[in-house]
């Protein structure tokens, strides 16, 4: 069998914190499409799809504050090593 080969720490968190660097800017850009959006049929539209959009936006923001928050996390665990 093949030898498992084990990624250091350091390397891990890094690799962490560019999918959460990723991740955090893809959810502001939706956040900001979705903004946009509404901003500019939010007068032709039913309410039902701009509820719909409302909580894709709030939605968004949650997955973009959650990501900022772990991205801080791996931070602190790569200033600690």
Known sequence: MG??????????????IS????????ALAMVMALVGWAA????????????????GFFCSLAF???SYKQIK?????LENE
């Open 3 to 16: 030898q498992v080969i084990k990624m250091p720490k350091i390397e891990r968190i890094k690799a962490e």
């Open 19 to 26: 999918f959460h660097e990723k991740m955090f800017f893809a």
């Open 40 to 55: 500019e049929h939010y007068l032709t539209i039913s309410f039902w799809i701009l509820l719909l959009c409302a909580s």
């Open 64 to 66: 973009a504050l959650w």
């Open 73 to 77: 996390r791996l931070l602190e665990d």
